[in-house]
Every structure is written in structure tokens, then in C-alpha cells.
């Protein structure tokens, strides 16, 4: 059984950076595709990047792209997630999710999922 857990949330202010990381137990995550998603309070989770387990391909929503950076470290079974010029939007709980389906962000297409990590963007 495969199991996710994020780490690295925390307080930041707005125009700082946060570099979020997903680490696996019980199996290795090169065998997964791997996606970042976000809920904030009263709003629906969506999808914020994700990263294929065959090639590396990456996928970024249109609120954070160019902002965030995706990347897996196999050697060290983790997956991150660099948030660069943060602002109070992107204040939500961050999940990580591992599924077979390739190329996607869709919530339902990942089968394993952490328990979240907060980010709160404020002054």
C-alpha cells in the first residue's frame, strides 16, 4: 500500500516562496503519476500540476504556471513542489495524490492521497 505524506506548508508572506514536498512509504513513486492539488476554505479541490512517471511530462494549472515548478527525486522517493511569488489566492490545504492515469489533473484519476499540507499566504 502505498502512502503519501506533504510537508513544507506553513506562513509566507505574499511575493515569497514555498517548496513543498511529497514523500512516499511502502512503495516507490517512480511507479506513479504525481499531482499536486488545493482546497481552500468553501471552494471545490483543484488540480495544480502533476508529473508523469514515464517521461516527466508536467502539467500546470493556469493560476500557478510559471509561479510553480514540479519535480520527483526517485533516488530519495519524494516529489516537490516549488511555489515561487506566492500571493493570498494561493493560501489553501495542498494535497498530493498518485495514479496510473498519465498527463492528468483530474482529482478522480488518482487513487493514493496524502493528507494535506497548509499554506497560508499573508501580511
Known amino acids: 500500500q502505498l502512502q503519501l505524506v506533504e510537508s513544507g506548508g506553513g506562513l509566507v508572506q505574499p511575493g515569497g516562496s514555498l517548496r513543498l514536498s511529497c514523500a512516499a512509504a511502502?512503495?516507490?513513486?517512480?511507479?506513479?503519476?504525481i499531482g499536486w492539488f488545493r482546497q481552500a476554505p468553501g471552494k471545490e479541490r483543484e488540480g495544480v500540476s502533476s508529473?508523469?512517471?514515464?517521461?516527466?511530462?508536467?502539467m500546470y494549472s493556469d493560476s500557478v504556471k510559471g509561479r510553480f515548478t514540479i519535480s520527483r527525486d526517485n533516488a530519495k522517493n519524494t516529489v516537490y513542489l516549488q511555489m515561487n511569488s506566492l500571493n493570498p489566492e494561493d493560501t489553501a490545504v495542498y494535497y498530493c495524490?498518485?495514479?496510473?492515469?498519465?498527463?492528468?489533473?483530474?482529482?478522480?484519476?488518482?487513487?493514493?492521497w496524502g493528507r494535506g499540507t497548509q499554506v497560508t499566504v499573508s501580511s
Open positions: 495524490a498518485a495514479g496510473f492515469i498519465g498527463a492528468t489533473m483530474y482529482a478522480h484519476e488518482f487513487e493514493y
Open positions: 508529473i508523469t512517471m514515464t517521461d516527466d511530462t508536467t
Open positions: 511502502g512503495r516507490t513513486l517512480d511507479s506513479y503519476n
